[in-house]
């Protein structure tokens, strides 16, 4: 049995009820042993954020924690939409983005930030439950394959960036499904406000910089599956100059439109040739 160090709010919620939401508790005293769990199933994690969000570190650390016990399952976004109260610029960075933007949009502009989407329906503004919320979706067998591979060519006006898909359905499936093509970057240095501190060299990861599809809602892949059926698809995208290219990756999920649930994504490093 491998043993992993996981939040006890998510291994053990009733150690916990001893303790006032306002106390201080040690990392030490926070973490106990438990078994990691072994799955096919990668989840999304969107995070609506933003540089005037003071308490927005908060699940930036969140996101950190399930990526360090299950960095090949989870998918981390950052959403960084303008026209929010919680929006940048600061001191001269902006980390939003349009496509950031157009999502705040597509999932009805939520007013707390901030707040993650787990599989594009589970929606919470309290990071401390992120975890477990992600957790209740990797335990479920995934119904569909998805993998994506991309690589860079050209240079300066002429570089692209190629994203190729494959999904299989493991299951028959009668639902309407679309995929979406995502570029995020991490490593990321800009101003943030951090609990009321307006920090200049901030690094913020998985911050969503912009789509291979043409519009909000992705690529239709169609409305009916069979078990071993397969669909793929190339995308490209001409990235921004000042993005580092090495700090990237792309992401790709699919989700049913009738209520935008996310059975599985995947995500790559982008091979520079």
Known sequence: MRL???PALLAAPLLLAGFASCDTVDENDRIIPVEKIESQRVVLVQEFSGQNCRNCPGGADAIHDILSVYPENVVAVGMHPSGTPNSGPMFGTNTTSE??????????????????IINGTEFSINPSKW????LS???LAPEITLTVEAAASGQGEEKKIEAKYSVEYNERIFD??????????SNVVAAQ????DRVRDYVHNHLLRASFCENVEGVNLGDSF????TSEGSLTLTPDKAWNLENCEVIAYVYRTSDHYVPQAAKCHIKIN
């Open 4 to 6: 992993h160090n996981i």
């Open 99 to 116: 496509i950031a933007t157009e999502m705040y949009d597509f999932y009805g502009r939520p007013a707390e930030f901030p707040c993650a």
């Open 131 to 134: 975890f477990e919320l992600t």
């Open 137 to 139: 979706q990797m335990v």
């Open 176 to 185: 309407n499904l679309n995929i979406v093509v995502w570029l995020t970057e």
């Open 193 to 196: 406000n951090v609990y009321g």
């Open 226 to 229: 069979k078990i071993g059926e």
